[in-house]
């Protein structure tokens, strides 16, 4: 069975840093694109970041680029999310997912498995 536990989510004030962490587990990951979405309170899912299998390729929205860096470490399975310079519009529900459909990147229609999700909130 496939599990996605993401981990590193919490209460930050603005301009902080957190870290989310996702392991996965249950199969084989080889050549899969990893990535993070969120949904903040109100609204719809949406995309943040994404990762190809080698790292070669990484993907932000624009509302997080020059703040967040997306990383993996095959290895452990595991995919990282770093987040700097957080602000409050940064808010929700961190989702985990990893997909094979999308060649490059990492659609929600792309995703073949999602994480719970971890709560980040951020104080202004």
């Known amino acids: 069975q496939v599990q996605l536990v993401e981990s590193g989510g919490g209460l930050v004030q603005t301009g902080g840093s957190l870290r989310l962490s996702c392991a996965a587990s249950?199969?084989?990951?080889?050549?899969?694109?990893m990535g993070w979405f969120r949904q903040a309170p109100g609204k719809e899912r949406e995309f943040v970041s994404a990762?190809?299998?080698?790292?070669?390729?990484?993907y932000y929205a624009d509302s997080v680029k020059g703040r967040f860096t997306i990383s993996r470490d095959n290895a452990k399975n595991t995919v990282y999310l770093q987040m700097n310079s957080l602000k409050p519009e940064d808010t929700a529900v961190y989702y985990c997912?990893?997909?094979?459909?999308?060649?490059?990147?990492?659609?929600?229609?792309?995703?073949?498995?999602w994480g719970k999700g971890t709560l980040v909130t951020v104080s202004s």
């Open positions: 997912a990893v997909g094979w459909r999308d060649f490059s990147g990492l659609s929600q229609s792309g995703v073949d498995y």
């Open positions: 249950g199969r084989t990951f080889t050549g899969s694109n």
């Open positions: 990762i190809t299998w080698r790292g070669v390729s990484r």
